[in-house]
């Protein structure tokens, strides 16, 4: 997917809220004119990356795919399930109880063995809540699992070394 332009607008009525829309194929991000250019950079920069990760998940189906899964490793499918831009710490969660899966919108940019290893994980959540051997051996019946830990090891890695 290409990256869409990015369009700063400064508003003097503005006074602390960013905000982030497309229009016209074109982020545009609206901060109040008083803002230090750091703290906007910083702060444009993350919205940017919301928005087109959040662009980037539109293009997947989570439902569908989360269907295939379960049918292929034997695993029940949720009876929701959808991304979220809210999971900073987590890949993915799942509610038993209300049979509800939710994954992050950071995963939208990742390969597609990486996406399905974590919705497997959550998959297996619906038969065992904790991450006991059971579990384990569920989530381990994906042929790429120990390939998209490394993976999804190496991007924590690197983005707590990133700093703030």
Known sequence: ????????????????????TVVDGTIEVRVPAGMPREEERRAVE???????????????????????????????????????DRQQRRWGSCTPGTRSIRIST????????????VLVHELAHLVVPGHGPRFRALVDEY?????????LLALTQSSTEAGP
């Open 1 to 20: 997917m290409s990256q869409l332009p990015v369009r700063i607008i400064r508003s003097p009525r503005r006074r602390s809220t960013l905000q982030a």
């Open 106 to 117: 950071r995963l939208a940019a990742t390969p597609p063995f990486v996406l399905d290893y």
């Open 46 to 84: 993350t919205l940017v990356d919301r928005v087109r990760r959040r662009s980037t998940a539109e293009h997947i189906d989570l439902t569908e795919r989360a269907r295939d899964l379960a049918e292929r490793f034997s695993l029940p499918s949720p009876e929701e399930i959808r991304w979220s």
């Open 143 to 151: 042929p790429l699992a120990e390939r998209a830990r490394g993976y």
